[in-house]
């Protein structure tokens, strides 16, 4: 199944089954089994590519071979063309061997299945999640329904996914900067570049995982790498990104937000992922990672060294750690002290969610203990997630902690959500 454009903008989901060359048509079949045919010149350009290259296919081979499929179901060369770190997700048996694996238990699974319930009824019609800061809400979301390997088309969740990837697409479609925000006009804040970071990175995240299946979404990539060109252009001399500029909402002309740097870590991180051949990249990642070294204090966090600044150290070390480890692709001296520097701050304030449930802080910590591993990952693990687990409400919801830091709370209940789950997935995504 795709989802096919016309020229006017509309949408219709069905399967391509031939074509009327004399009337220059291709057919196609909706889920109800009905078949009608839609004029070449009618549809957008990538359906025309897509129905020239997929028919000729058809042509050439048709009778297919039987195809050998990696568990879940997915063929076997569809899996093994994902970055390895992808392919956990895909299947209950691998997840809950990847949670065994890290020191879990199936609980943990058991509690993502009951939150992504959550999010497949709370969607919005529009197909976003939340009642503000949309796109970003949207992109959690998605990260998390992608995390446990649901796509397009996934039986119980593909059309929640679709719904919210179409929302993001379109947004970005309303400004010549392929911005995931409402807020992308410069001197309204700063809240967009927040959008956008997490919303290109779930955008990312789709455009990956749609290889194990058929379902193309019209625009998906283009708008993804116009995301990401957009990262590029607007990051500071200095390898960060702030906000305030004067047409949009970045500030490329500005120093640096290592707040703000730490969520665009993990949409390059997607980018790098993808092997798409984006002009800047490889440069702009090595400008990020010269300016996470630059921002290490002497105790070895990353952040500001005095305990009373609004983002210091003990709440930024976690997403600067692991945007390290992301993107240098290796523990360097650099990455091990921020693991030590984190490690000795959690033994010193162990994470309690009635003290100082720092959400934000949270989900730093656990991708950057994950991706360094050891004692260090089952140490976290061990202390966090049993209270994850235990704050979940019967409806999938999570109960609101007492945070410590008001930047690391999360009030907000798709915020809250969304970071819970994604803990709970960082075994296998």
Known sequence: MRVWTNTSGQLIEAELVGVNAPKRAVKVRLKSGAEFEIAIDN??????AYAKDHWMAMQKEPVQAPVSAAPGGIPEAALKSLPESYRSRFDP????????????????????????????????????????????????????????????????????????????????????????STSWVGERGGAGTYEHAIATTAVGEAYLTARVGGKSLPGMRESFETAIKTIISQQTSKGSWTYGGKTIVYNPDGSSDLSLANWHFHALNVAQKTGLKIDGLDSCIRKALSYIE??????????????????????????ATAGYLMLGGKSTSAAKRGVRFITGFLQAEPPDWNKNCNLYCWHGYSNALFLNGGAEWTNFATQVMPQ????????????????SWPAGDAADATYRQALCTLILETFYR
């Open 93 to 180: 048996t691998t997840r809950l061997e990847a949670i065994r694996r890290g020191g879990g238990t199936p609980e943990m699974e058991a509690a993502v299945v009951a939150s992504l319930k959550r999010f497949k009824t709370s969607q919005n019609p529009d197909g976003s999640w939340g009642a503000n800061n949309k796109s970003s809400m949207t992109g959690f979301a998605l990260q998390c329904l992608l995390g446990h390997g649901e796509t397009a088309e996934s039986p119980e969740y593909g059309d929640t996914v679709m719904k919210g990837l179409l929302y993001l697409i379109e947004l970005g479609r309303m400004n010549p900067h392929g911005i995931f």
């Open 388 to 403: 994850i687990l235990a704050a979940q409400q019967p409806d999938g919801s999570f109960n609101h902690g007492r945070p």
């Open 43 to 48: 549809l957008s350009p990538p359906d025309k």
């Open 294 to 319: 630059t921002t290490q204090t002497k105790e070895g966090g990353f952040g500001g060294a005095s305990r009373e600044a609004h983002y210091n150290q003990w709440s930024l070390s976690g997403g």
